[in-house]
């Protein structure tokens, strides 16, 4: 294999593992927690309902986003406050996501991997991108 080849199965790694820890914690949201039990957790964390609805969505579109290869960057980029909130919202439990209601070292994680995708982009098998919506996105967010 090449060096090229191998960046680009190495992004494709990367973008699918972000892809489907978030397509998880949305169905997580979604199915094990519920919208009223998500709401309700976001509540409790002084954050308004829509923030709770917005997380939800993003989780979902996101990861299906991610997995597929469309707009790689760009969803990275966009899931970035998402992912950061998580890192403030388990920042009080310790480092060790182990620990009791979960720590901040895994969602650290992941908004690690998330500017991986948007500085690499979308890598292999990336559908990359839809004729609908590819003229409203920047040039730069397109991989």
């Known amino acids: 294999m090449t060096q090229h080849t191998e960046l680009n199965y190495g992004a494709f790694i990367t973008r699918v593992s972000l892809g489907v820890v978030l397509l998880a914690h949305g169905f997580l949201k979604l199915f094990v927690f519920t919208i009223p039990g998500t709401v309700g957790y976001f509540d409790s964390l002084g954050l308004p309902a829509i923030t709770a609805y917005l997380t939800i969505f993003g989780e979902l ?81 397109k991989a």
């Open 61 to 141: 579109a996101g990861g299906t986003a991610l997995i597929l290869g469309l707009y790689s960057r760009l969803v990275a980029v966009l899931s970035l406050p998402i992912l950061i909130g998580s890192v403030w919202a388990h920042a009080a439990n310790g480092w060790l996501f182990s620990a009791p209601n979960g720590g901040w070292e895994f969602p650290l994680l992941l908004v690690a991997l998330a500017v991986a995708v948007a500085v690499q982009g979308g890598g292999a098998f990336a559908l990359r991108k839809l004729p609908v919506v590819d003229g409203f996105v920047p040039q730069g967010l």
